[in-house]
């Protein structure tokens, strides 16, 4: 079964800075693909930004980019220019094979951003 | 013009009810998901659906019957609620393809008193 880790319960930065949510990650399979997902204090789940596993470049989304490094089996987030809005939950998510199969999330990390 | 939407968002009841959370996607996937968010806010899978058929039952308790009327519904009963139910629960849809993602309801806080 597949499992995720996030390291870092919580994290705190100013605005306008950058900064970097970990996430490993354990599978036996080679067809997968990971996502980060944020959840603000309203509750909603929203897709940052995902990536397939057969694909060696890295995903960008704006402000918002991974360091995919599939031989650790490490997908990190790294968040360009922080702003107040970035304050959330951030989860890292895997899934294997096809669409049926649900999401194996991580703990989390609680990232704030300061004014 | 909500893709996925579930019902209610809050729910508050006595130990012992039974109670339904209902959800709909009109997305046109064929997946359909239940998670259950505790209070340490970790997400974990409880029923897949596809196409109306039961692909994933994870280990929760038999209180908990899904049930998918058609495609675009898959509503959750929970029967004899126990205040370890307390949980934000989010419905979810997806495509086929694995690729895509996952997309949410806006969770329902249940809470047991």
């Known amino acids: 079964a597949q499992t995720v880790t996030q390291s870092q319960p919580e994290m705190s930065v100013q605005e306008a800075e950058t900064v970097t949510l970990s996430c490993t990650y354990d599978?036996?399979?080679?067809?997968?693909?990971l996502f980060w997902y944020k959840q603000p204090p309203s509750r909603q789940m929203i897709l940052v930004i995902r990536q397939e596993a057969y694909k060696q470049q890295n995903a960008t989304e704006n402000r918002f980019s991974v360091n995919f490094q599939k031989a650790a089996k490490s997908f990190s987030l790294k968040i360009s220019d922080s702003q107040l809005g970035d304050t959330a939950m951030y989860f890292c998510?895997?899934?294997?094979?096809?669409?049926?199969?649900?999401?194996?999330f991580g703990k989390g990390t609680h990232l704030i951003i300061q004014p | 013009d909500t893709a996925v939407s579930q019902t209610p968002k809050y729910l508050v009841t006595q130990m012992g009810n039974d109670k339904s959370i209902k959800c709909e996607q009109n997305l046109g996937h064929d997946t359909m998901y239940w998670y259950k968010q505790d209070s340490k806010k970790f997400l974990k899978i409880m029923f897949s659906y596809n196409n109306k058929e039961l692909i994933i039952n994870e280990t929760v308790p038999n209180r908990f019957s899904p049930k998918s009327p058609d495609k675009a519904h898959l509503n959750l009963h929970i029967n004899s609620l126990e205040l370890g139910d307390s949980a934000v629960y989010f419905c979810a849809s997806s495509p086929p393809q694995g690729h895509t993602e996952a997309f949410f309801g806006q969770g329902t806080r249940l809470t047991v008193v």
């Open positions: 998510a895997i899934r294997e094979g096809g669409g049926a199969d649900g999401l194996t």
């Open positions: 599978t036996s399979e080679s067809n997968y693909y």
